[in-house]
C-alpha cells in the first residue's frame, strides 16, 4: 500500500486496518498481502463525500 497512512490499527483477526488520505480505508492481510478496499476516498458517508 503507497500513499500516505493517517493511521493504522491490527484488527481482531490479525488484518491491518489502514486509513489512507489518497485511498481510503484498507484492510491488508500481512500473511497473503491481499489489500481490499473498505471505503474509497469518495465514499458517501451520510451525504458528504
Do not use: M, N, Y
Amino acid at each position: 500500500v503507497c500513499g500516505r497512512p493517517l493511521g493504522l490499527r491490527l484488527d481482531s483477526s490479525g488484518k491491518l486496518v489502514v486509513s489512507a488520505a489518497d485511498r481510503g480505508v484498507l484492510i491488508v492481510d500481512p500473511k497473503t498481502g491481499d489489500v481490499s478496499s473498505l471505503f474509497d476516498f469518495k465514499s458517501d458517508i451520510q451525504g458528504h463525500v
